[in-house]
């Protein structure tokens, strides 16, 4: 019976590579407590009152600076201010979904960083609410369904009583992502999908499936194989599915490919390089 179901306690350790494996820690389920679980979607809040700057100003220019802000986002407070501009251009423009996408994507990089309790709560409650605001707007955009899932990802790793009915919410949205535009985020739909695959519980009490976590993984990586989170998410479910050779090789293709974006000025290398060198020793 559903009610008789635990939920999930999800695992609070920092990303490696917030962006693009952002939610190899979201679905890193740490155990299984027996607990009531909440309901991960409430009626989201106004977008206006996440803003901290005055309103008024033309949705185009604050989107503008947002992206700016963003491409500075491993300075300090860079990332806080593009957030900040693009909930403005969301509530600017009431039918766009950009100023909501762009949030949303801040708010991941912001909350994998946050050592604040209370702030990752807050940014990742508020990231679910402009989800659903993004899905209102736009509920046949892949790109909503995708950034939600990770959302809910983040929110349930903050309140893990939600998850249970977080890691149901978050197949249904990746696989409907994966039928739209399997390309999103460079293989994002299919790379999330194996591992919340990878680290949920088996049936009966959740949906984990090595098995088809790897075909998920192998998807990613067929789509675009030189990006290093689609490596780091084969080389763990090949190494889940008792293949540890090439899961070896897979690690070690990653720490090449982090290297490489890492010289390249991605903010965001650093950490899928140090776990891809950690899986090549194991």
């Not at 950009?98 to 946050?114: Q, V, Y």
């Not at 990802?153 to 992502?177: F, N, Y």
């Not at 790897?214 to 293949?243: H, I, M, S, T, Y």
Request: hydrophobic share 45%; net charge neutral; with cysteine.
């Amino acid at each position: 019976m559903r009610h008789a179901i635990p939920c999930f306690r999800w695992g609070s350790g920092a990303s490696p590579h917030a962006e693009r494996v952002t939610v190899r820690t979201l679905v890193a389920f740490a155990a299984m407590v027996v607990a009531a679980c909440a309901h991960a979607l409430h009626e989201p809040s106004p977008i206006s009152g996440m803003a901290t700057a005055p309103e008024g100003r033309d949705a185009a220019d604050l989107l503008r600076e947002g992206d700016a802000a963003w491409r500075r986002r491993a300075e300090p407070g860079q990332a806080a201010a593009a957030q900040d501009l693009y909930v403005q251009a969301a509530a600017a423009d009431e039918r766009g979904v950009g100023g909501l996408l762009g949030a949303m994507r801040a708010m991941t990089f912001r909350i994998e960083r946050e050592r604040d309790a209370t702030v990752r709560g807050t940014l990742a409650k508020q990231q679910v609410d402009l989800g659903q605001w993004c899905q209102r707007r736009a509920p046949s955009d892949p790109a909503c369904d995708y950034r939600l899932a990770l959302a809910l990802g983040q929110q349930a790793r903050e309140r893990p009583s939600t998850g249970r009915d977080a890691v149901d919410k978050m197949v249904k949205l990746l696989r409907r992502a994966i039928a739209a535009d399997a390309a999103l985020d460079s293989g994002g739909p299919h790379r999330a999908l194996a591992l919340v695959l990878l680290r949920a519980p088996s049936w009966p009490a959740g949906p984990g499936d090595a098995g088809a976590a790897l075909e998920e993984a192998r998807a990613a990586v067929r789509l675009f194989p030189d990006v290093a989170g689609n490596q780091l998410a084969l080389a763990e479910a090949l190494d889940k599915n008792e293949q540890p050779e090439p899961a070896r090789a897979a690690y070690e293709r990653a720490a090449s490919l982090a290297a490489a974006a890492r010289e390249a000025g991605d903010p965001e290398a650093d950490r899928a390089l140090a776990e891809a060198r950690a899986g090549a020793k194991r």
